[in-house]
């Protein structure tokens, strides 16, 4: 997809760290946006970060906002929530017409060992990182498609949806699933002929709010403490995440598989290699392991 200049894209997880990043990239296309989150004040502050760049760069160009975007729209979703996200789609498609990019990218972290999680960490963490995408899927691309247009779907997915890591129980499975839907929708696409395609953003520690991500659980599914293996995934995500990438660039490796057409985006140069390493262990019958882990603890 090369022009993205005119065109629509919404991106959930708006309010801050990924989202965040990929709303000011996309608009620096000249893409009009429609931005959600369940945080309306980070939301309500992308939307200003949005606006004032954009008007910013029309300035320094000679125009105004209007020349180099369109549209800046936000709507509270919470992604886990088919009937929300089916709001957003109506009001996305109702007020700006059409969508041509789709960046699934809401998320949480939930750590633990796979036998101590309760099922509602579970739940929760599958009910933003998989539902979500799934929901975003069933709600935009039927659209999409119709559009017969060219288009994109990017899902947030995460190095985690590549690489077990200890302590991640619920965050590694709803991750690997996430990928796993993300490649079923690139190849059922192909298979039936569509314009749109599809990538799996796939990356390592990136400074963002991810560790801090439990502000968001539902009070009805708040512990009263961190158990003992809670405390050892957040110091392992806190690790990851203090000496992480800057969004920014992820933003940019986004955009570019974006025009590319590419499917899988890795953020981390060693990344490539400890793939290879882990097709050959699984190959061979071993257990892989995950890079940087030993880094981060």
């Known amino acids: 997809m090369r022009e993205l200049s005119g065109r629509v894209a919404v991106v959930t997880g708006a309010g801050g760290g990924i989202g965040r990043a990929l709303a000011l990239g996309l608009a620096a296309e000249g893409m009009s946006l429609m931005l959600a989150d369940v945080d309306p004040g980070g939301l309500a502050e992308t939307a200003s970060m949005v606006e004032t760049s954009v008007a910013g760069r029309g300035a320094a160009e000679g125009g105004g906002l209007g020349g180099l975007g369109g549209k800046v729209l936000t709507e509270i979703t919470d992604v886990s929530d088919p009937v929300a996200v089916e709001h957003l789609a109506d009001r996305t498609f109702g007020e700006l017409g059409a969508v041509h990019v789709l960046c699934n990218n809401a998320g949480v972290f939930q750590g633990g060992r796979m036998w101590t999680r309760e099922p509602e960490d579970f739940a929760w963490s599958l009910g933003a990182n998989l539902w979500g995408m799934l929901h975003g899927v069933r709600a935009f691309v039927p659209r999409m498609i119709d559009q017969d247009t060219e288009g994109h779907i990017l899902n947030t997915v995460s190095a985690a949806g590549l690489f077990a890591i200890p302590y991640f129980g619920p965050y590694s499975v709803s991750k690997y699933a996430a990928f796993a839907a993300s490649q079923s929708l690139a190849q059922d696409l192909a298979t039936a002929g569509s314009r749109l395609r599809v990538t799996a953003l796939c990356p390592g520690g990136v400074r963002t709010g991810l560790s801090h991500s439990g502000r968001h659980r539902p009070e009805n599914l708040v512990g009263a403490e961190r158990t003992e293996d809670e405390e050892v995934s957040a110091a392992i995500i806190d690790g990851l995440v203090e000496g992480g990438v800057d969004p920014a660039a992820v933003a940019l490796a986004a955009v ?28 061979s019958g071993a257990l892989p392991s995950f890079p940087g882990y030993e880094q981060a603890r």
């Open 256 to 283: 570019a598989a974006i025009r590319e057409e590419r499917f899988l985006v890795l953020t981390h140069p060693g990344h490539a290699e400890a793939l290879r390493e882990q097709t050959e262990a699984l190959i």
